[in-house]
């Protein structure tokens, strides 16, 4: 017996913990007022946004993803007023008013005092779907619909809670806040006129008078009394100025701000348009024009006896005025009230030997005056139409300056710019003043050149005829030891009219340079040669054309035939341009004992200088070394052939049979003949004879004489 009861305590132990580890509860909870989420959670409470509307309701729902996370019974949960922020007489207040019929009366009024459910949930009995229902149509007229709140449902709080029961018969306790809250802002009407146009009065600053404005709520009705007016018109100081409008709800929701402009204005004032003078350009030369000119009061008081005036302007320009009923060089006007507005149109023609100044028009009236001036604006007619970029055969046309260029140039990439050039004058003026002569373009590069100058480069000059397009192209390669980023291109055009006038364009465009991030360059690898001396050296330079400093490098320079294994360790370059990105590398060469020929030098430079025999090298150039014999490429004179002295190297004793060291017999060198006895005995002899025969013609001679 007690080990059947020691079953039982453990196997209820068992049982409790397993309800105690698996509370009953509702996830994800959420609502909807009319098919749409409402804001808010469990926490803080969900918003019923209400407009006090008393003939709308709102149908409120669970969310979708709202469940028990048990299987529920197929029951219904009531939900009871457990606190509000509106009194429960306020609530029977509303219900009276609003007329609801019994017995749905008595049930609200309850519901308000916690007696009956607020609303139900219902379980299914399957699984933990929920579903909330309206309890006064459940229980009164057994109709299951979402819970039903009346749009003009007295604002507040509201929290209900009650229990859900799953299959197992556990309970649980669930909460949930309703605010219903007005968001509806007031609105805001002006009253009386705006703008408003009030006199300068210099004795009195507070002359103006607000005609004000009214506002009105859904909740709170006329609420004209809130509004907050903020009237800083100063009658005595000429200026505009801004009265603002603002009210806020007992919900605090703010009004749209309403404004009124409010012009302090002397008593004759004009406004005339343009405000500047009505400007033409050079492509307007020898064509006709039309213009609007307007006066408009903005005094305030009427103008009287107005008149256009551009009888000041020579014949050569035809011109005349227009408004709705006059033609001539005047037009005239009895009257222009305060605000209203005046509007002539001038006609004429720019003769193309026009100067820059054509013309007042005068505008008189008996209170105020004015005028305006027809000018020529000294507009360039040459433009930059467009460019085409090239960069190593890939090219891309820019329409406007603001484009830059996509395609990425490099260390020693060619550069190609084609620009379009344009002459804008019509093709009517005469070519004497139109034609655009001495055009040239200029391009300039900034820190691009050697020692980060900068690079400038021109094209030939040329000449362009109204209405007609040239191209010049200019070509340059990025220097080897540039630096990497960004580079603004300018380009200047320039060419003067027939006039006199210098016509100009500049575009400034950009482009990249990227460098690779370890990048060496052998350059500058000057051929060696070598003839009667056989000792040279190879010299090469060394460019850090990455981005990375490199330190430590590995230079070698071979070649087998000529005996050379050179290297060199320990070799740094920076990256600062011009600077410390070079060095100047030079190899001693001997090739004393080699036929000639041309030898090459192979060079290579390693950056890892660990183990730089199995690495791969970073930069690998052959150098030329021409050796040749020595004279063996000037002629020489034939001379007489020496014998030369051959000197064979000593025998080496074999270590088996020594013998007795081999004495070189000495040679006599051979005397040349020339330096014999022989020789110049032989010398001696035929200057005797030649005497002799000498002396004998002489005589011969003589004696023919005496003859």
Not at 190 to 198: A, D, H, I, K, R
Not at 501 to 527: G, Q, Y
Request: a negative charge; one cysteine or more.
């Amino acid at each position: 017996m007690k080990n059947l009861t020691k079953v039982l305590f453990l196997f209820i132990m068992i049982v409790a913990f397993a309800i105690t580890a698996n509370a009953l509860s509702l996830t994800n909870v959420g609502f909807t007022a009319d098919n749409v989420t409402m804001s808010g959670n469990t926490a803080n409470g969900f918003v019923l946004s209400t407009n006090n509307n008393a003939t709308q309701e709102h149908l409120i729902q669970f969310a979708s993803n709202t469940v028990a996370d048990q299987n529920l019974t197929s029951s219904y949960f009531g939900l009871y007023v457990i606190s509000s922020s509106v009194s429960n007489i306020t609530l029977n207040a509303y219900y009276d008013a609003r007329g609801v019929p019994e017995p749905f009366l008595t049930y609200l009024k309850n519901a308000a005092d916690g007696i009956n459910p607020f609303a139900y949930i219902k379980g299914n009995g399957i699984d933990g779907n929920v579903t909330l229902i309206d309890a006064a149509k459940h229980d009164i007229i057994a109709t299951d619909v979402p819970m039903t709140i009346p749009d003009d449902y007295p604002l507040g709080n509201y929290t209900v809670s009650g229990n859900i029961t799953n299959t197992t018969f556990d309970n649980a306790t669930v909460t949930f806040k309703l605010i219903v809250a007005d968001t509806v802002v007031p609105v805001i009407t002006l009253l009386g006129s705006n703008p408003v146009t009030v006199l300068l009065n210099l004795t009195n600053s507070t002359a103006y008078t607000d005609a004000g404005a009214n506002a009105t709520d859904n909740y709170n009705g006329n609420i004209t009394a809130n509004i907050v007016t903020v009237n800083p018109v100063n009658t005595s100081v000429l200026g505009t100025y801004t009265v603002t409008y603002n009210v806020k709800d007992s919900s605090n929701n703010s009004a749209t701000q309403v404004t009124r402009t409010v012009n302090v204005v002397s008593e004759y004032d004009v406004l005339i348009t343009p405000t500047t003078a009505l400007k033409f350009n050079f492509s307007n030369k020898g064509e006709y024009f039309t213009k609007t000119i307007s006066i408009q009061n903005t005094g305030g008081l009427t103008l009287t006896n107005l008149a256009f005036n551009g009888a000041g302007i020579g014949s050569a320009y035809k011109f005349n005025l227009t408004d709705s009923d006059q033609n001539g060089s005047i037009v005239n006007l009895t009257s222009l009230a305060p605000g209203a507005v005046w509007t002539v149109t001038a006609k004429g023609l720019i003769p193309e030997n026009a100067d820059e100044y054509l013309g007042t028009v005068l505008f008189t009236s008996d209170q105020k005056s004015g005028s305006i001036n027809f000018e020529i604006v000294e507009t360039s007619m040459l433009i930059i139409k467009t460019i085409k970029f090239v960069v190593d055969d890939t090219s891309q046309t820019l329409n406007t300056e603001d484009e830059d260029v996509s395609e990425r140039a490099n260390p020693e990439s060619d550069i190609e710019m084609t620009i379009n050039i344009e002459n804008l004058y019509p093709s009517r003026i005469d070519s004497d003043i139109s034609e655009i002569t001495d055009i040239t373009a200029t391009l300039t590069i900034p820190e691009f050149a050697e020692d980060n100058d900068d690079f400038e480069l021109e094209a030939d000059t040329f000449d362009l005829k109204a209405g007609n397009t040239d191209s010049e192209t200019l070509t340059f390669t990025v220097p080897l030891r540039v630096k990497e980023g960004t580079f603004d291109a300018t380009i200047d055009i320039e060419g003067d009219d027939g006039d006199g006038f210098t016509h100009t364009d500049s575009w400034t465009i950009t482009f990249t340079v990227d460098k690779k991030t370890h990048e060496i360059r052998i350059t500058n690898m000057i051929p060696l040669e070598l003839e009667c001396s056989r000792d040279g050296t190879v010299d090469f330079s060394l460019v850090n054309t990455g981005t990375n400093s490199e330190n430590d490098m590995i230079i070698t320079a071979q070649n087998s035939a000529l005996g050379l294994d050179y290297k060199k360790d320990k070799v740094d370059l920076g990256t600062n341009s011009w600077d410390d990105d070079l060095q100047e590398i030079s190899v001693p060469v001997n090739a004393e004992d080699v036929k000639a020929e041309t030898y090459k030098v192979n060079v290579k430079v390693y950056l890892d200088n660990n183990d730089y025999l199995n690495s791969d090298y970073s930069a690998v150039g052959d150098i030329n070394v021409v050796v040749k014999d020595c004279g063996s490429e000037t002629p020489t004179m034939p001379t007489i052939p020496t014998i030369p002295v051959v000197i064979s190297p000593p025998v080496q004793p074999t270590p088996t049979t020594p013998t007795e060291p081999i004495i070189p017999v000495e040679q006599t060198p051979e005397i040349p003949f020339t330096e014999t006895s022989e020789y110049i005995a032989l010398l001696v002899l035929a200057n005797l004879t030649g005497l002799g025969i000498f002396g004998a013609i002489m005589a011969k001679f003589i004696l023919l004489l005496r003859l």
